[in-house]
C-alpha cells in the first residue's frame, strides 16, 4: 500500500502563490505515475498535473504556464508549484499515484492510491 498525505493548502488572493506538497510512505515513488487533481464543490474531480517516471509532465486545461509539477525520488514527494492563483482555481486537490510508471496518469479511473486532500482557496 501506499500512502499519500498532502500539505501546503490554504487561503490566498488572486494572484497569488502556493506550493503543495505530497508525502508519500509504503513504496518508492519511482515506480509510480504521480499526479495531482482537484475538485470544487459541484464538479467532478480533474486533473491538474501529473509526472511519470521519466518525468514527463502533462497539465490540465487552465493551469498550464501557472503550475509547475515536480518530485523528488530521494524524498518520496511529490510538489506543486501554483502562480498567479485565480479564484476558479478553489478546490480540495488530491495527490494521486498510479503503480505504472511509464504511463500517464491523467485521468481518475487510473489512479490506484489517493490522499485524502488540502484545501485551496482564492479570494478575488
Known amino acids: 500500500q501506499v500512502q499519500l498525505v498532502e500539505s501546503g493548502g490554504g487561503s490566498v488572493q488572486s494572484g497569488g502563490s502556493l506550493r503543495l506538497s505530497c508525502a508519500a510512505s509504503?513504496?518508492?515513488?519511482?515506480?509510480?505515475?504521480m499526479a495531482w487533481f482537484r475538485q470544487a464543490p459541484g464538479k467532478e474531480r480533474e486533473a491538474v498535473a501529473s509526472?511519470?517516471?521519466?518525468?514527463?509532465?502533462s497539465y490540465g486545461e487552465g493551469v498550464e504556464g501557472r503550475f509547475t509539477i515536480s518530485r523528488d525520488y530521494s524524498k518520496k514527494a511529490l510538489y506543486l508549484q501554483m502562480n498567479n492563483l485565480k479564484p476558479e482555481d478553489t478546490a480540495t486537490y488530491y495527490c494521486?499515484?498510479?503503480?505504472?510508471?511509464?504511463?500517464?496518469?491523467?485521468?481518475?479511473?487510473?489512479?490506484?492510491?489517493w490522499g485524502r486532500g488540502t484545501q485551496v482557496t482564492v479570494s478575488s
Open positions: 509526472v511519470n517516471g521519466d518525468n514527463s509532465v
Open positions: 509504503g513504496y518508492p515513488i519511482g515506480g509510480f505515475c
Open positions: 494521486a499515484a498510479r503503480d505504472d510508471a511509464g504511463v500517464r496518469c491523467m485521468n481518475s479511473r487510473d489512479i490506484n492510491f
